[in-house]
């Protein structure tokens, strides 16, 4: 959103804003799944958002990355409203990377291909240059020895990390997390959590829909607490895991801590 300057700004200073949802309505058909979501998210900030199964969550986060349209208000990313289609959508996406619950890789391309895929086909970088990127990023979340290998060949964890090693050659200005553990085998969690702790920490701006508690103790900036397509309550892990405000919230993490 632009913000007003004050006459003694010499020049504009971009906003820490990077991603603003505004008064962001969306109807299922008779069904109102987000209601006047107003969000933003600022640069190098994780925030994870939770809330029951059947708030928005995952509505939103495919808001965010137009895989969703809304009915009303507005979503801004770096200050450019969202794209409706073409060229423009595929440079949204670029800039905005997802990682699903399922990990929704190419079965049929190994490791190394899906994670050069839309670097050269979208951002045409040449193949060498995609590829020893890939390699970087592979080694970056400990797959570096799997790059030849299928998604089949892999455990779930090392698919979810391949998937987060796929987004980030995409430089994304912000990545999107839905429920990336919740597919996993227990054991395979950490792996995958670490690797995403490791990225909140080198400065990434995330959104992240989990239910490890935990994870959000240690990485998130601010804790999004939402119920019935609405945002109930906002805080800090701290605050917000120990002195919890509103009885939705308060009933919510009864049940799951
Ligand atoms: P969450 O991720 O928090 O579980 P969702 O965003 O997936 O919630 O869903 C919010 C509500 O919208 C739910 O009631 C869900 O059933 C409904 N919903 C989600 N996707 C669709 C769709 N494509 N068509 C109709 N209803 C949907
Ligand atoms: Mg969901």
């Given at each position: 959103m632009t913000k007003v300057m004050s006459?003694?700004?010499?020049r504009a200073v971009p906003s820490t804003d990077l991603v603003v949802l505004d008064k962001v309505n969306k109807h299922y058909g008779p069904l109102?799944?987000?209601?006047?979501i107003d969000l933003a998210v600022s640069r190098g900030e994780v925030v994870v958002l939770i809330g029951?199964?059947?708030?928005?969550k995952s509505t939103l986060c495919r808001a965010i990355n137009r895989l969703e349209t809304i009915d009303s208000g507005a979503i801004t990313v770096d200050g450019t409203p969202l794209p409706t289609e073409g060229r423009q959508l595929a440079r949204l996406r670029a800039e905005v990377g997802m990682v699903f619950?399922?990990?929704?890789?190419?079965?049929?391309?190994t490791v190394l291909d899906n994670v050069t895929l839309a670097p050269v086909?979208?951002?045409?970088?040449n193949r060498r240059a995609a590829e020893q990127r890939a390699h970087e990023l592979l080694d970056r979340v400990g797959?570096?020895?799997?790059?030849?290998?299928?998604?089949?060949?892999?455990s779930g964890g090392q698919q979810q990390r391949v998937a987060i090693a796929r987004a980030l050659a995409m430089d994304p200005k912000v990545i999107l997390f839905d429920?990336?553990?919740?597919?996993?085998d227990p054991e395979m969690v950490n792996e995958v959590l670490d690797v995403m702790t490791a990225l909140a920490r080198d400065g990434m701006t995330m959104v992240v829909v989990t239910h490890e508690m935990g994870f959000a103790r240690r990485a998130a900036d601010r804790v999004v607490f939402m119920a019935d397509g609405q945002i109930v309550e906002e805080n800090t892990p701290h605050e917000f895991f120990d002195?919890?405000?509103?009885e939705r919230a308060q009933a919510f993490l009864a049940k799951i801590l």
């Open positions: 006459a003694t700004h010499r109102h799944v987000l209601k006047d029951p199964s059947g708030s928005g619950q399922g990990f929704n890789l190419f079965a049929h391309k086909k979208v951002l045409k970088q797959i570096g020895s799997q790059a030849h290998k299928y998604p089949a060949q892999l429920e990336p553990t919740s597919a996993l002195n919890p405000r509103s």
